[in-house]
Nanobody
Framework: QVQLVESGGGWVQPGGSLRLSCAAS????????MGWYRQAPGKQRELVAT???????NYPDFIKGRFTISRDDARNTVYLQMNSLKPEDTAVYYC?????????WGQGTQVIVSS
């Protein structure tokens, strides 16, 4: 059974930083396009960052310059470094692994940005 386990969420003040981790089991993440998504209360899930199997990264405009996605193949783990956090970044953050028609999701980790 594929497992994507997110960690690293929590509470942080505006302007602070957090690093999320997504550890994968039974799949090799470098074979997949990995992504981070988030869902705030009452809103649809939205894309935050992606890293392809080839290592290319992509971010939506509202994220660029603040978040960085990376991958450690030896640890089979994907990271999301989040800097300059804003209250509107408050959401549950989910890890995703995609390959052709296959999609795997983690259970999510809560991020709260508040003073």
């Amino acid at each position: 059974q594929v497992q994507l386990v997110e960690s690293g969420g929590g509470w942080v003040q505006p302007g602070g930083s957090l690093r999320l981790s997504c550890a994968a089991s039974t799949i090799i993440i470098s074979w997949y396009n990995m992504g981070w998504y988030r869902q705030a209360p009452g809103k649809q899930r939205e894309l935050v960052a992606t890293i392809t199997s080839g290592g290319s990264t992509n971010y939506p405009d509202f994220i660029k310059g603040r978040f960085t996605i990376s991958r450690d193949d030896a640890r089979n783990t994907v990271y999301l470094q989040m800097n300059s956090l804003k209250p509107e970044d408050t959401a549950v953050y989910y890890c995703n692994a995609a390959r052709n028609t296959i999609n795997y999701w983690g259970q999510g980790t809560q991020v709260i940005v508040s003073s």
